[in-house]
């Protein structure tokens, strides 16, 4: 087996473990019934809050570790964290050890941007494609089978939501497992690059080899693997880290001074916000809704697993709609966050299961399919390298925001749940305020003429050799 595709392999085992934990979808209904009995309060606004606010705190340090580690630790932590949450939910009870619960998930989830960029610096650039569609149906697949489970196991009373548990740890156990069995990494982006950017006046760039890999006489057979600067040329730690910091701001500032880009940035970076507020919140909606304690049928379990078969059906069928984003992007993005708000604002407003179940799963595919327009279109105006950079910016940004939500919205106010989402849907209709706004603007500019010569349909750029990213192993 080549080497990249048993790389793949070992990657995509571990993405499906890692997300079979069928316990998440009844995580709300366990914590308050025994043994662990905490009640609606506790869980609104003592434990829930503390994943978003840890995740926010770790997630800066985590991506620069992630580059100086060179991937694979970060990787075996993000292991390691699933391991003690789940033993934490099975062993431990009380509000501290839940809330201790919700910082070790954070530790789990903020490590996930490792797992998202290991692959682009094991493999060559000609199995981007391939690899991107592997992982990503692996990762799906595992959240697909899990609420499946969810569902099945509980449904037939094979399993009570403790047991659940069980079949958790397992899976993420396995997941650590193999995370220790991939491969390392020699190469990152900045701690650790054998070659690197420099952006030109006309905001494209050139590679040069990093001096650590350029022998003395600049035939590029030094000695590989050092950090940047140069490993062996006795510049301090510090010196080092200055050099790394300056590299990520010239990227910063290439990135984000196209405009087209900052657009996207700004809607991902709300709109993400927005879905981990309701992710984190919905489970606490619906058991106000319909109480465990009716003794009726939940089906949590089969709601996951529709709005996540249907996400990765959108997602990938987005692939093959090329529309000329650069003129209906932000109509599109206005137009749906319109729909979003109103969804929230009637599942706040409604008593009824059925409702908040539907308009939950409408919800979380129109987010997945307008996240993966906006990737494509944040991705193909970046360079490969600087993926990972604005991918941490974006996220940084929607989890600042969403931990001034939380703390306004779930810990000062202390809403109710059905009172949190109409001001989740409001948020959305606000969102939608601002894009239709950019969108009259740009129309208006264009003119009739203007839109005509664009077009409805992506124009096909012309294509170029693909190159190999920073800290790329293989040659393409």
Same mark, same amino acid.
């Given at each position: ?209 990093s001096p650590v890999h350029q022998g003395q006489d600049g035939s590029g057979d030094g000695a590989g ?112 966050? #319109?729909?979003? @708000? *109103?969804?929230?604002? $009637?599942?706040? %407003? ?7 179940? /539907? ?48 703390l306004i919205v779930v810990q000062v106010l202390q809403l109710s749940p059905h009172t949190q989402f #109409?001001?989740? @849907? *409001?948020?959305?209709? $606000?969102?939608? %305020? ?7 603007? /740009? ?34």
């Amino acid at each position: 087996m080549d080497t990249w595709l048993r790389t793949c392999l070992l990657l995509c085992l571990y993405g499906f473990f890692k997300e079979l934990r069928p316990s998440e979808p009844f995580l709300t209904e366990y914590l308050k019934q025994p043994p662990m009995n905490l009640t609606d309060d506790e869980l609104t606004y003592e434990v829930y809050p503390v994943w978003t606010y840890s995740y926010l705190s770790l997630l800066v340090g985590v991506f620069l570790l992630t580059d100086l580690l060179r991937y694979k630790p970060v990787i075996v932590a993000e292991g390691i964290g699933y391991v003690i949450t789940w033993s934490l939910l099975l062993w431990a009870r009380g509000v501290p050890a839940m809330q201790f619960m919700e910082f070790m998930y954070g530790i789990a989830t903020s490590t996930e941007v490792a797992y998202y960029t290991y692959i682009y610096a094991k493999v060559a650039g000609k199995f981007y494609q391939r690899v991107t569609s592997y992982t990503r149906a692996a990762i799906l697949t595992g959240r697909f089978l899990s609420a499946v489970l969810s569902q099945v196991l509980t449904h037939t009373g094979a399993m009570s939501y403790h047991d659940l548990n069980y079949v958790s740890l397992a899976s993420v156990s396995v997941a650590f497992i193999l995370a220790c069995l991939l491969p390392s990494v020699s190469t990152s982006v900045y701690f650790h690059r054998q070659q690197y950017y420099v952006p030109t006046s006309e905001g494209n760039s050139t590679i040069q080899l990093s001096p650590v890999h350029q022998g003395q006489d600049g035939s590029g057979d030094g000695a590989g693997g050092g950090a940047v600067g140069g490993a062996g040329t006795g510049e301090s730690w510090m010196a080092k880290f200055k050099k790394v910091l300056t590299l990520m701001m010239d990227d910063f500032k290439v990135a984000y001074s196209n405009k087209y880009l900052l657009k996207w940035s700004v809607w991902w970076a709300f709109a993400t916000c927005g879905n981990f507020q309701v992710g984190n919140y919905i489970q606490p909606l619906w058991e106000q809704v319909l109480p465990v304690e009716k003794g009726e049928t939940l089906y949590n379990g089969a709601v996951e697993a529709t709005q996540t078969l249907l996400s990765a059906l959108s997602a990938f069928g987005v692939g093959y709609v090329h529309l000329n984003w650069e003129l209906l992007g932000e109509g599109t993005l206005a137009v749906i966050s #319109i729909l979003d @708000g *109103v969804l929230l604002v $009637v599942m706040g %407003l409604s008593y009824n299961i059925i409702v908040s179940y /539907s308009n939950y799963i409408v919800f979380r595919v129109s987010y997945q399919v307008l996240i993966t327009i906006a990737s494509y279109q944040v991705a193909k105006n970046l360079r490969e390298d600087s993926y990972g950079l604005v991918f941490g910016i974006n996220m940084f940004m929607s989890l600042l925001l969403q931990s001034l939500l939380t703390l306004i919205v779930v810990q000062v106010l202390q809403l109710s749940p059905h009172t949190q989402f #109409i001001v989740y @849907g *409001v948020y959305f209709l $606000v969102l939608a %305020l601002l894009f239709l706004t950019l969108s009259i603007q /740009s129309l208006s500019r264009m003119g009739c003429a203007g839109i005509r010569e664009a077009g409805m349909w992506e124009q096909q750029p012309i294509t170029h050799p693909q190159e190999a990213p920073l800290g790329c192993v293989e040659s393409v």
